[in-house]
């Protein structure tokens, strides 16, 4: 997600770098160490951390969901519970959305959503880009 916000805020205009990206992480530190079947272990060993999360915002009435936020000079990814009546309460399975704010949508945002490319489709996007630029 911090990938995808970051090419949105280069989009804008920005000279931001990865590092510049606050990101509030959710995983317990334990997860983020050692090789991917290290990773499992940890994830089942924390079982009750995630599920104090889920419990939490389900018992507030909301959904989590990993979002990405970019305002000019700033970005940040972060889990967050939001309620029913946020744009991003009703995603389901790959959908992605995009809400802009910006001086004509000030008060209810641009909502562009879809199903997400998926690793083959976003593959061959990054292929076809490479492919342009080695033309130019």
């Known amino acids: 997600m911090a990938r995808k916000i970051l090419i949105l805020a280069r989009e804008a205009g920005e000279t931001m770098e ?5 990101n509030t992480a959710f995983l317990p530190a334990a997860c983020l160490a050692g090789d991917v079947p290290a990773f499992y272990e940890q994830l089942a060993a924390h079982e009750s951390h995630f599920r104090q999360l889920y419990d939490a915002a389900t018992a507030a009435g909301r959904k989590l969901r990993f979002v ?19 744009d991003l309460y009703t995603l389901k399975g790959k959908d992605n959305v995009v809400l802009f704010y910006t001086n004509r949508y000030v008060e209810q945002p641009l909502v562009v959503k879809g199903a997400g490319a998926g690793a083959e489709v976003t593959a061959a996007g990054v292929f076809a880009d490479m492919m342009r630029a080695a033309r130019i």
């Open 68 to 86: 990405a936020s970019y305002a000019p000079g700033k970005a940040a990814v972060g889990l967050q519970a939001v309620g029913p009546g946020h």
């Open 18 to 22: 990865m590092a510049d990206i606050e």
